[in-house]
């Protein structure tokens, strides 16, 4: 984003792992939901609406295709329905499956609530990358709070500043942190 009398933008993207057409898509679909926001259009999430594909000339071929937004907890939850066993995530030698993802991520979330975490409230997740990391995050969104990553190997004068900054209404960490 480029400040100025106007807002403007520039992209820049590697089109050895997505081509040019493909971004044309993205920064299409990106511009259209700002714009939504702009408009007042969209006041909430749920409500932006994601155009079709573009044509060669920008516009939408599919003239009123949108796809409403769905949370990363629903697209978890659609996999798990259909594939529990297909992987979810590989660190180092470590593996998950969907539905390992979601049970794990489920009992975080239920001591979460118990815990008086609800909507609106923030969670520092304090816990090395792993598989166990991303079930914590998944956790808190299931809990209706929101994450914000505390990475252990930041020193700890940075981690206590950030903790006093955001003022947590609880904060999630392992056996190793």
């Known amino acids: 984003v480029l400040p100025g009398e106007q807002i403007g933008r520039e992209w820049s993207w590697d089109s050895a792992r997505l081509p040019d057409a493909s971004f044309g898509i993205v920064a299409h679909a990106y511009e259209a939901m700002l714009a939504q926001l702009a408009r007042g259009t969209a006041t909430t999430l749920a409500a932006l609406r994601v155009p079709g594909r573009i044509g060669e000339e920008g516009a939408a071929m599919a003239p009123g295709a949108a796809h409403p937004y769905r949370s990363v907890v629903a697209r978890i939850d659609a996999v798990v329905r259909t594939r529990p066993d297909a992987l979810a995530i590989r660190c180092d030698d470590e593996e998950m499956t969907y539905g390992e993802l979601d049970a794990l991520a489920t009992?975080?979330?239920?001591?979460?609530?118990?815990?008086?975490v609800g909507c609106d409230m923030t969670v520092g997740v304090c816990?090395?990358?792993?598989?166990?990391l991303l079930a914590?995050?998944?956790?808190?969104?299931?809990?209706?709070?929101a994450y914000v990553p505390l990475d252990p190997s930041y020193p700890r004068e940075r981690l206590r500043d950030m903790c006093e900054d955001a003022r947590f209404s609880t904060i999630l960490t392992d056996a190793a942190t």
């Not at 009992?107 to 008086?116: D, E, F, Q």
């Not at 816990?127 to 166990?132: D, F, T």
């Open 136 to 145: 914590a995050l998944v956790g808190v969104l299931k809990a209706g709070g």
């Open 127 to 132: 816990i090395e990358r792993s598989p166990a």
């Open 107 to 116: 009992r975080i979330a239920r001591r979460l609530v118990a815990s008086g």
